[in-house]
């Protein structure tokens, strides 16, 4: 979406001159730094009217102040009602809340519980025969800001910081300017509402996949149970069963299978749609039919529905659009992903935390590239490690996993100096690391983001875990699959630093710190619902739990 921005204007006057002379009445001048010339009712709305309506209507009593602001900016004009009568605008505004509702979205005030409908209704029938001075004009008027800013805080805005703060959100809010948004959509009227929309692309996505769905949940309110007499059973190509003729009915009616087609035969083609549909859920892409395809699709679309309701909620709560190079972590989907410009670049396959050691969900700045890297122990993995390995071993525990004793600085301290028995993880007084090598745990490279989480991103000697389909192996850090082609994305506008330079620098005996001349935006975020640029709706599992936590806060029990 294009940024937002304050539309400049000309002083209108309201008051029309008289052919040989002026009208007696004062013009009536508007801010002229905010709004376009366009007709309005030439008779302003009695500012007191404003005060009145918010005393007797409590619902819209938390944005009063911005109502007024709103409208002492445009001298109490109408901004919904004009001389042709009520808007276009209004009208996008009630269709976006009457379609949101109806997907499950859901609004606070809806149009039954403010009248909205009932006074949109009125004030249609009766046209351009508008009575400036009829107390529905004005309470129409009012009625519609007030649930514009209701819409706006609600489904654009989403619930508190605070409130994200207790579900372990901690990457900073976005904020919105909800006048600008209605300066701006009342200074277009030709411009469609949802094209103003302050949110990500991704809601939208999301939103019109909520609607597709919310569709075919109407059509077939309910799924007929997929069973496998065995759950050890599987089908693939080639292979015939009732079961695979109900698999292509459901994946041709969820658009993986194209060609309808209710033969008990495996075909390509279900072998293509099958892929399709594995990829997109997160599965093993195999082409194989096992319980756990039957189980995804068993789940009644409402579980899907829900799904995509959680992620449009984190969505509200990003930033509208990032134009600037950034590296974007989504924990369920254990990938990376590098943007350039705002745009995807190439991805790949990480590890994060296991649920009980998981990866906090924040975003700072990359500012160093640190190749052959120590790897300083934390004190939960010593404590619960290294130091019960050391008092079975002895210091051949340390010479086995290539690691060291030093002091604070940085001096080695012999390990047989040293009282292992009498130190836990928490109050011991020296630092364990482990050198530079292909062993180490932080491999040949690690990316540093500076965060009190003490969470980056790094090499790994362990390379089979890749390619597992879950990938909740980690610490709490978040090991990167191709590290080297990282370094060369964030160093490849720095000539020094060539293909062959950086492969002496991962493969060198002492640890070298790069400072990077950009620093870029590291997003560690959580979404278990998207639409890629494929334009694919992908679904995963909640490896943390914050789907549930979120459910609670929306949906209640």
């Not at 060291?404 to 009282?419: C, D, L, R, W």
Request: hydrophobic share 35%; charged share 25%.
């Amino acid at each position: 979406m294009k940024k937002l921005h304050l539309l400049l204007a000309a002083v209108v006057l309201l008051a029309a001159c008289r052919q040989g002379g002026r009208s007696g009445k004062q013009p009536v001048l508007r801010d002229t730094s905010h709004y376009t010339k366009q007709e309005y009712i030439n008779i302003p709305l009695d500012s007191n009217k404003v005060g009145e309506f918010l005393q007797k209507h409590a619902e819209y009593a938390q944005y009063g102040e911005q109502m007024r602001e709103f409208y002492r900016k445009r001298g109490y004009h109408f901004a919904w009602i004009n001389e042709e009568g009520i808007t276009e605008q209004a009208g996008g505004l009630i269709n976006m809340m009457r379609s949101d509702v109806n997907d499950g979205i859901s609004v606070d005030s809806s149009l039954e519980k403010s009248k909205l409908q009932s006074l949109y209704d009125t004030m249609a029938l009766r046209g351009a025969n508008v009575n400036r001075n009829d107390p529905v004009v004005a309470t129409t008027e009012l009625t519609l800001t007030g649930q514009f800013f209701v819409y706006a805080n609600k489904v654009w805005g989403g619930m508190t910081s605070d409130s994200a703060r207790d579900l372990e959100w901690y990457i900073p809010r976005k904020k919105i300017d909800v006048n600008s948004v209605l300066d701006t959509i009342i200074a277009n009227p030709k411009k469609v509402l949802s094209v103003e929309e302050p949110v990500n692309r991704q809601y939208k996505l999301l939103r019109d996949e909520l609607q597709k769905m919310a569709t075919l949940v109407k059509s077939h309110p309910r799924w007929d149970s997929l069973k496998i007499e065995k759950k050890t059973v599987t089908f693939k190509s080639g292979d015939s069963s009732a079961v695979i003729a109900g698999v292509k009915t459901r994946l041709q009616l969820l658009g993986d299978l194209k060609e309808k087609d209710t033969t008990f035969l495996f075909t390509p083609l279900l072998d293509s749609a099958l892929r399709k549909y594995q990829y997109r859920m997160g599965h093993k892409v195999d082409g194989v039919i096992r319980q756990q395809t039957l189980d995804a699709l068993n789940r009644p679309l409402e579980h899907y529905m829900h799904q995509l309701l959680l992620n449009m909620e984190r969505l509200r709560w990003v930033p509208v659009e990032v134009s600037t190079d950034y590296i974007l972590v989504n924990i369920p989907e254990f990938k990376m992903h590098v943007y350039e410009g705002g745009k995807l670049a190439w991805s790949c396959n990480v590890v994060v935390g296991t649920p009980g050691a998981s990866t906090v969900i924040f975003s700072r700045e990359m500012k160093y590239v640190v190749f052959s890297p120590y790897w300083n122990v934390p004190p939960g993995i010593l404590g619960n490690e290294v130091l019960p390995g050391i008092r079975r071993s002895g210091a051949s525990y340390l010479s086995r996993h290539n690691m060291e004793v030093v002091g604070a600085s940085g001096k080695v301290i012999s390990p047989g100096s040293i009282n292992w028995n009498q130190y836990k993880g928490s109050n011991f007084p020296y630092i364990v690391r482990q050198k530079p090598g292909g062993a180490n745990s932080l491999g040949k490279v690690k990316f540093l983001f500076p965060n009190e989480y003490n969470i980056y991103l790094h090499d790994t000697p362990s390379r089979g875990l890749f390619t597992e389909t879950k990938r909740t192996f980690s610490h709490g850090c978040i090991r990167v699959q191709e590290p080297k082609r990282l370094a060369q994305w964030l160093l490849r506008n720095d000539s020094s630093w060539t293909e062959k330079k950086i492969d002496q620098a991962m493969n060198a005996s002492k640890e070298k710190y790069v400072t990077l001349k950009e620093k870029i935006p590291v997003f560690i975020g959580y979404f278990t619902a998207w639409v890629n640029s494929n334009g694919q709706l992908n679904f995963r599992d909640d490896v943390y739990g914050h789907d549930a936590k979120l459910a609670k806060l929306l949906f209640g029990k």
